[in-house]
């Protein structure tokens, strides 16, 4: 199935609509977008309760877990594999303060290593609720992963939480081998899935993952203001113990413990994202269509292809070679190229991308490589961005973009 598809676009059709190549909120297909303009219904019948089952089973399979019903009253939020998972309405980031809140109390001490914005915004979270060591470095630079083996040999550690896919940089973390670090030294490993779930090769359970969140509208392609989180029986019986210990954090909205209790019957604790949940519920049938395994090659081929195009072209990219993403790309401004061209690239060229954050404001741009974008909206995209450069004055050769994808 991937090869085939991965046949199938090497030959990109023609694409005449404007390009959005930004890497979240991603463009919402049509299947979502007419789930959501449903009428609306009542969030505690029997038919909500079928748009909460279908949207679980949806979620276990673009989190890799093991299949579960679709259908109501079957426990679609589990399968055999112990993983639950549970719909969160709000963001990543709400979900992300939900799992550190619940899961750790006021002294437990968590390490959390940074190479961007997002993971940044995960250590600052635990500040919120738990003792932290940040292990903060280079943006777009790999992890250390000889320092994070010496920090866990002290046996002082909690957990790890990392970012697995830090947009801010282009950069994918090498979660396999944090993951097997944290196993041998007994240490829980909790993952921000939020910009990796559905976009690249995410294992909860062979990663021993205690929790993994996702947001709908990154790589998955669901809309945004709704997210999820995958969590392992380790992760539920320290919530059920911090809480029956009495020295738990204060949560009310996103408190675990309610979660759970109406996880199984294809509910949530307090009023849901109705309609959110049913484009997300239609955005990730899309997924299982195509596949976890077919998607992940997609978007991997498109990056490869943007990589290779810049590079061959002069360009310098942020992020380490070994470990950049599959799902945005992280590409330097030339010499007097600024983000007017960015300005310029969706006002004259109908073409969006995204700028950089915090000192990189004006330095860089990232092109998007996620959730159903058709591998042609790639090509033309890249096309009119190089014109778009040419337009700006800076001087690059004719080349064939095609040929890279």
């Known amino acids: 199935m991937v090869l085939k598809n991965l046949q199938a676009v090497q030959q990109p059709m023609a694409y005449e609509d404007d390009c959005f190549l930004v890497p979240g909120p991603v463009r919402m297909g049509q299947p979502c977008l007419d789930a959501m303009g449903t009428a609306v219904m009542t969030a505690r019948g029997q038919e909500f309760r079928d748009v909460m089952a279908k949207l679980n089973s949806g979620l276990r ?148 993952a205690e929790a993994v969140v996702v947001g709908a509208q990154k790589c998955t392609a669901g809309p945004s203001g709704i997210a999820a989180v995958a969590v392992n029986q380790h992760y539920v019986e320290r919530v059920q113990t911090i809480r029956e210990q009495g020295d738990s954090n204060p949560t009310y909205y996103f408190d675990m413990i309610p979660a759970l209790k109406k996880g199984s019957d294809d509910q949530t604790p307090w009023t849901p994202a109705i309609n959110l949940a049913m484009g997300w519920g239609a955005a990730l049938e899309t997924l299982q269509n195509e596949t976890n395994e077919a998607r992940w090659a997609r978007c991997e081929h498109m990056a490869n ?88 004055g800076h001087d690059l050769p004719p080349v064939d973009v095609a040929t890279y994808f």
């Open 305 to 392: 292809g943007v990589r290779n195009l810049f590079t061959d072209l002069g360009f310098e990219l942020l992020a380490d070679r070994l470990g950049r993403s599959a799902s945005v790309t992280a590409i330097m401004y030339p010499e007097g190229i600024d983000d007017g061209w960015r300005t310029k690239l969706k006002e004259e060229f109908n073409t969006q991308v995204i700028g950089a954050q915090d000192h990189l404001k004006g330095k860089m741009f990232r092109v998007g490589s996620m959730g159903e974008t058709p591998v042609e909206e790639m090509v033309e995209g890249c096309v009119r961005m190089l014109e778009c450069f040419r337009a700006c």
């Open 61 to 208: 399979s673009a989190f890799n877990l093991s299949p579960s019903p679709s259908v109501r009253k079957s426990n679609s939020w589990e399968g055999d594999d112990g993983y639950k998972v549970i719909v969160v309405s709000g963001s990543g980031t709400a979900a992300m303060e939900m799992v550190i809140a619940n899961r750790f109390r006021s002294n437990d001490l968590v390490l959390v290593p940074t190479n961007g914005k997002f993971g940044e915004r995960v250590a600052e979270i635990c500040k919120r609720f738990c003792n932290v060591k940040h292990m903060k470095g280079e943006w777009g630079r790999a992890f250390d992963l000889g320092e994070i083996e010496r920090h866990l040999e002290r046996k002082c550690y909690e957990a790890v939480l990392i970012c697995h896919n830090e947009t801010s940089t282009g950069i994918t973390q090498d979660a396999e081998a944090i993951a097997e670090m944290c196993s041998r030294h007994e240490t829980s490993f909790i993952l921000d899935g939020i910009t990796s779930v559905g976009g690249m090769p995410v294992h909860p359970q062979q990663w021993n």
